[in-house]
């Protein structure tokens, strides 16, 4: 079988290459991938090849297909596994394994032959024997795909943890009916964490969003509304904090000056991090999301607080397989829709570049269909693209009715329409 894929060679090497997948054994599974998105953390092992935890020592020789967060369809099952698994059935997979033997192993990063930015691939019995091979019954692939930036949302949720003066026990999960602020909070993780914060089963009372851009600000509340969080029993508001030098003031107002439970970070910012501080309440728990490529980033912590007021922070950057399967399900039962986290969709043939250069583009998350040959498009990009393009005509038409997101119509379209690689 011959498989088209995107594969790591060294620093900022990336190759766009047909070859040969060797027949599967045993205990592995071949599987066709449809949707892949891309993540910083792709980048991040892009530039930093070998240097990487995740990344061996030798893909000049054993190069490694990249991509994480796919979807497909399972193609061909190992005999060890056919009770379990069939052709035909979609899936997801969480690339997070954590191998007792090497803990950094990962699909996307480590392995020769399994990665979401490929047309074909072999899925290691490693997978299926953590669990990490999940079932996906929805009708879009990309929902598949979604699921893992998804469930590191969800984890980030359940790792926040508060305590009792008194006792040595840490509850776990953000405070239910307490005060939550997300700074830095509508990119695309940050949209994927208020959907998830209003429609979960531990809501906050108070969620308080903030960003620098206007922009940003609208199309978050677009979506996800002070109506629709109010429905839900939580007060939303939306904050712009660009050139306010009274922000922390303003949010501490809005808590009756109590200060927030939970704080989520989700930019490498020394500033964001640090109003975030400044923010807790008694026993307030920061969650600093938003990974630095810079190894030496840091920023000052209030350690009188920490003492006398019991603040504290954790970090996430990825969630467990309890959280992928929350939200697969949640995702099944229309709770949450991260469609907003999209922003730009491609091929393929775009993985190297978009990769490469990931920080530069704006916007959310780039979803690549890996059986298609498409440039990288802005969604926004869609009814200009749509004057010579049919198919970017249609496109424009069906997103516009979807309040300018991408969706199930949208992606039938284009697996029906796009120039196949």
């Not at 240097?51 to 061909?76: A, L, S, W, Y």
Request: glycine letters at 10%; hydrophobic letters at 40%; a negative charge.
């Amino acid at each position: 079988m011959k498989t088209k894929a995107v594969r790591l060679y060294g620093k900022n090497d990336l190759r766009l290459e047909e070859f040969e997948l060797p027949e599967i054994k045993d205990d592995e599974i071949l599987a066709h991938i449809i949707s892949d998105s891309i993540c910083m953390s792709s980048y991040k092992a892009a530039i930093q090849g070998s240097d990487h935890k995740r990344v061996p020592q030798d893909i000049d020789r054993n190069p490694v297909i990249i991509g994480h967060e796919f979807c497909g369809e399972i193609v061909k099952v190992g005999k060890k596994w056919q009770d379990q698994f069939k052709p035909g059935s979609k899936f997801s997979i969480q690339p997070a394994m954590n191998m007792e033997h090497d803990p950094y192993a990962a699909p996307g990063y480590t392995f020769r032959y399994i990665g979401g930015s490929a047309t074909y691939i072999i899925i290691p019995n490693e997978v299926m024997a953590l669990g990490c091979l999940l079932p996906y019954e929805g009708d879009a692939f990309f929902y598949g795909s979604l699921a893992e930036p998804m469930s590191c949302i969800v984890g980030t949720f359940h790792a926040n943890y508060h305590t009792t003066q008194g006792s040595y026990v840490h509850s776990m999960g953000i405070v239910e009916g307490g005060s939550m602020a997300i700074l830095a909070g509508v990119g695309p993780m940050g949209l994927g964490s208020i959907d998830y914060a209003i429609h979960c089963d531990r809501r906050p009372k108070l969620l308080v969003v903030t960003d620098i851009d206007d922009t940003r600000l609208q199309r978050a509340a677009s979506i996800y509304s002070v109506e629709e969080a109010r429905k839900n029993g939580v007060e939303l508001i939306y904050m712009n904090t660009s050139g306010n030098d009274f922000a922390v003031e303003h949010l501490m107002a809005l808590t009756g000056g109590k200060g927030y439970d939970d704080v989520l970070v989700f930019a490498p910012v020394k500033q964001v991090v640090e109003m975030g501080d400044k923010i807790l309440a008694r026993d307030g728990c920061l969650n600093f999301f938003a990974g630095p490529s810079n190894t030496a980033f840091s920023a000052e912590f209030n350690f009188y607080n920490v003492h006398y007021n019991a603040t504290h922070v954790v970090g996430t950057s990825g969630g467990n397989t309890d959280d992928m399967i929350e939200s697969l399900d949640m995702m099944a039962k229309g709770l949450i829709d991260p469609a907003s986290m999209v922003t730009h969709v491609g091929g393929l043939n775009c993985v190297v570049e978009t990769t490469l250069n990931l920080p530069k583009i704006p916007g959310g998350k780039k979803l690549i269909y890996t059986n298609i040959e498409m440039e990288l498009t802005a969604i926004s990009d869609f009814a200009e693209k749509g004057k010579t393009d049919p198919l970017f005509g249609k496109l424009a038409e069906i997103v516009e009715r979807n309040n300018g997101l991408w969706c199930a119509e949208a992606e039938k379209v284009l697996l029906a329409d796009a120039k196949a690689i």
